[in-house]
């Protein structure tokens, strides 16, 4: 399937990114994927230039009982230096966060906020979490990738905005 991209109908997407406030933070890059999708993160993150002025933060599906690994797995072929996300980390233009296993992570006001998992495994919707509150903190300036994403955890808040 090839993906989409929404744009509101009254002005192209192009327009949506141009006029950037210098002060707003970088665009926000949040790309979530199910636990199979390590590939498809490398080779997406291997083809970011090391200076495309925006942020990304990976959401993948865990094991909460492993250490995280995917920083160190994703810098292999990223030219951008990839980190595991930590609870007040302000996200900057040029660089990549990855969720740590076993958190939700929220983010308000371009800081990333780790929260502890409060439901149960294979009920948590952490991609779902992550997408919304980036839309909600970063509006125009939020952009959603979805790889090899499966069940309800993502495909629901990747549409086209009402607007």
């Known amino acids: 399937m090839k993906p989409t991209v929404a ?13 950037k406030k210098p002060d707003a933070g970088p665009i926000v890059v949040a790309i979530g994927a199910s636990a199979g999708g390590l590939d498809a993160i490398e080779k997406f993150l291997g083809r970011v230039p090391a200076l495309s002025g925006m942020a990304y933060v990976v959401i993948q599906h865990l094991d909460p009982t ?4 995917m920083p160190e797995l994703l810098q292999r072929s990223s030219l951008i230096p990839v980190v595991e996300a930590d609870s007040d980390m302000r996200v900057q233009a ?11 992570m929220s983010i308000l006001r371009g800081t990333l906020h780790l929260l502890d998992a409060v439901a149960a495994r294979g009920m948590r919707l952490p991609i779902d979490y992550f ?4 839309a909600e903190d970063c509006h125009e300036r939020a952009v959603g990738v979805g790889l090899s994403v499966m069940g309800t955890d993502g ?9």
């Open 66 to 69: 492993q250490k995280g690994m």
């Open 94 to 104: 040029d660089h990549a966060y990855v969720i740590p296993p076993n958190k939700d």
């Open 7 to 19: 744009a509101p109908a009254n002005k192209p997407l192009s327009a949506s990114f141009k006029h």
């Open 131 to 134: 997408f919304r509150a980036l």
């Open 155 to 163: 495909p629901l808040v990747l549409r086209p905005h009402p607007d």
